[in-house]
T-cell receptor, first 113, second 110 residues
Framework: EDKVVQSPLSLVVHEGDTVTLNCSYEVTNFRSLLWYKQEKKAPTFLFMLTSSGIEKKSGRLSSILDKKELSSILNITATQTGDSAIYLC?????????????FGKGTKLSVKP | NAGVTQTPKFQVLKTGQSMTLQCAQDMNHEYMSWYRQDPGMGLRLIHYSVGAGITDQGEVPNGYNVSRSTTEDFPLRLLSAAPSQTSVYFCASEGMTEAFFGQGTRLTVV
């Protein structure tokens, strides 16, 4: 059965800290891995990763995929209180033209001032 | 979220009523999907579509119908609402390099 596991489930840090969120997966016909940030509303798209070893970066956030280890990490440097959210990892399995997104349960990040 | 319009934002239904949640995207994405999000369960796929005229079931399809008559629209129908369908529903639209969600519908079935 396809599954996506995120760790830790929750994390409390102080402003300025650097955090690393983990996502591991077991999925048949892997196509891509996506990261989202969810505050009290719809998930916001962060990254889509398809190739192993290539880092994607957006401001203080970066992510990299390791297809050999079936995992990805999301790094946030110099955290701010506005980074407090649930971070969701989703893996797309390839079925025909495009596949389904299988979500992990998320990592709840709390950044304290 | 860019290009995905989902309505309504809130809805209260009585058990047994039916309703349609609307979803439209203007990014010419072929792939659209519906999820429900429940506490402790994460996001679960209800139905998806890989293009106009093509739909398929996801993880939790029972009690829901979909159709995809155009690329832009992907409505979700609740046939006979049940309290177990109380949830937050998200429509998503995916292209080759990105995937966006609608703003969500908070549905309560009483």
């Amino acid at each position: 059965e396809d599954k996506v596991v995120q760790s830790p489930l929750s994390l409390v840090v102080h402003e300025g800290d650097t955090v690393t969120l983990n996502c591991s997966y077991e999925v048949t016909n892997f196509r891509s891995l996506l990261w989202y940030k969810q505050e009290k509303k719809a998930p916001t798209f962060l990254f889509m990763l398809t190739s192993s070893g290539i880092e994607k970066k957006s401001g203080r956030l970066s992510s990299i995929l390791d297809k050999k280890e079936l995992s990805s990490i999301l790094n946030i440097t110099a955290t701010q209180t506005g980074d407090s959210a649930i971070y969701l990892c989703a893996v797309e399995n390839y079925g025909g033209s495009q596949g389904n997104l299988i979500f992990g349960k998320g990592t709840k990040l709390s950044v304290k001032p | 979220n860019a290009g995905v319009t989902q309505t309504p934002k809130f809805q209260v239904l009585k058990t047994g009523q039916s309703m349609t949640l609307q979803c439209a995207q203007d990014m010419n994405h072929e792939y659209m999907s519906w999820y429900r999000q429940d506490p402790g369960m994460g996001l679960r796929l209800i139905h998806y579509s890989v293009g106009a005229g093509i739909t398929d079931q996801g993880e939790v399809p029972n009690g829901y119908n979909v159709s995809r008559s155009t690329t832009e629209d992907f409505p979700l129908r609740l046939l006979s609402a049940a309290p177990s369908q109380t949830s937050v529903y998200f429509c998503a639209s995916e292209g080759m390099t990105e995937a966006f969600f609608g703003q969500g519908t908070r549905l309560t079935v009483v």
